[in-house]
Nanobody, 123 residues
Framework: QVQLVESGGGLVQAGDSLRLSCDAS????????VGWFRQVPGNEREFVAA???????AYADSVKGRFAVSRDNFKNTVYLQMNNLKSEDTAVYYC?????????????????WGQGTQVTVSS
């Protein structure tokens, strides 16, 4: 069983930065792909970024060049550094984990989810 806990969300202004953290309780954390998804009420949950067990990364086009995902396998933590935030980045951000890299293409491949953290960007 894997438990994921997100933190780091908050209220910021457009152009500001935030770093989200996803802490995992999993002996096999280093063998997992971990991704970030976000959801706005009334919309489907959408892919943001993911990092594979070997450090490979993937990003949604909307965040390329502004967001960076990384992992620290010693701390069982994945980070999402978000720079130059825009009002359209406002959402609840969820961390998800999977044993397959297909996570980067489909939220249906996520085996575990965190509870989410709210990010609000005011313009």
């Amino acid at each position: 069983q894997v438990q994921l806990v997100e933190s780091g969300g908050g209220l910021v202004q457009a152009g500001d930065s935030l770093r989200l953290s996803c802490d995992a309780s999993a002996r096999t954390f280093s063998a997992l792909a971990v991704g970030w998804f976000r959801q706005v009420p009334g919309n489907e949950r959408e892919f943001v970024a993911a990092v594979r067990w070997d450090g490979a990364t993937a990003y949604a086009d909307s965040v390329k060049g502004r967001f960076a995902v990384s992992r620290d396998n010693f701390k069982n933590t994945v980070y999402l550094q978000m720079n130059n935030l825009k009002s359209e980045d406002t959402a609840v951000y969820y961390c998800a984990a999977s044993t397959t890299w297909e996570l980067a293409h489909s939220k249906a491949r996520a085996a575990y989810w965190g509870q989410g953290t709210q990010v609000t960007v005011s313009s």
